[in-house]
């Protein structure tokens, strides 16, 4: 059993923390989405999601939370304070993983409903969330088993420019592929699990060389790339990877627009103030390990794409390109990794 159908949802919060509604009625509403979305997922007979970059937590384009080179405002420190407190806590790594009803729940309410969600739809997530962790923010990436629960969760080693602004950098832990089991084709009586090896690595993430050859040297399959990238370019690389790796590739991209944020939100360079105005354009993607682009680019909306994959595609590929096998030359080039 090797086909299975996979989805990327194209999303973003109701409302970002730093707006004038409250942090936990954004969290609450946000939530609320992520349960909605899910079941639209599971509406369409798959069992794997990937989500957005920071869709728990939100992104916060634009806004500058008062930083210049040599100075911060106290205005910009309550913007800080109040996208912390959109942001949820997370068991350590090391304690995974965390199952559905584990007593561990109870301190961190925001992660036992993603789970009751995964659960219930009997969906597979990878979502992408702000953890809090003390003072510190960071971009983390979780994997949710519907049975297993809380089996996966890193955080970006490296934010990307003004991000490191609010953004703490991601540990070493947690890059190996995660192998587990996603519902296959069939009816609800019928399906049988198949398993996949999965990889998930947040926006510019990658955009690292290294960091992708980790991940193909233990054969990835299903490499998931939430992001919030929306440029056009975006999707060349996506398929770059799928094509370099032999693997499916699903990027979940952000949609958003201005109502999205508080009216106090700044907008880009040059746009007027315009409650429709797009903020994040979307672009999400399904690419097959040969570059075929199975679904999308999603663009101008929010929306769910699916699409039915055989995993034994990845191994066809290979016949002529593998990039840390019979194409490599371990003589000439060698990755080491410190994964602790």
Known sequence: MSRLRVSVVQSCPPQLSLSSRSPSESLSLTLSKLDALTAQVAAQNSGFAVFPEAFIG???????????????????????LA???????????????????????????????????????GVFLVLGVIERSGGTLYCTLLAVHPEHGLVGKRRKLMPTAAERVVW??????????????????????????????????VCWENYMPLLRTHFYSQNVQLYCAPTVDSRPAWE????????????????????????????????????????????????????????EVLAGPLR???????????????????????????YARPD???????TK
Request: with cysteine; aromatic share 6%.
């Open 83 to 121: 996208y912390w407190s959109g942001a949820i806590p997370l068991p350590a790594t090391s304690s995974l993983p965390v199952p559905p009803g584990s007593p561990v729940l109870a301190e961190y309410t925001a992660l036992q409903q993603i789970l009751s969600t995964s659960s219930k739809h």
């Open 300 to 326: 101008g909306r929010e929306g769910v794409l699916t699409a039915e994959i055989d995993l034994e595609d990845c191994v066809r590929g290979k016949m002529d390109l593998d990039v840390t096998g019979h």
């Open 236 to 291: 060349h690389s996506m398929i770059h990877i799928a094509l370099e790796g032999r693997c499916f590739v699903l990027s979940a991209c952000q949609f958003s627009q201005q109502s999205n944020y508080g009216p106090a939100h700044p907008v880009g360079p040059g746009q007027e103030r315009d409650s429709e105005g797009v903020v994040i354009a979307g672009g999400s993607c399904i690419i097959s390990p040969m570059g």
């Open 168 to 201: 703490g950098q991601g540990e070493p832990e947690d890059l190996d592929v995660l192998v587990t089991r996603v519902k296959g084709l069939g009816s609800e009586e019928e399906a049988e699990d198949v398993q996949v090896r999965v990889s998930k690595s």
């Open 332 to 338: 000439v080039f060698q990755l080491t990794v410190r």
């Open 58 to 80: 939100g992104y916060p384009k634009f806004a500058t939370f008062g930083a210049t080179i040599g100075d911060r405002q106290p205005e910009g420190r309550d913007d800080y």
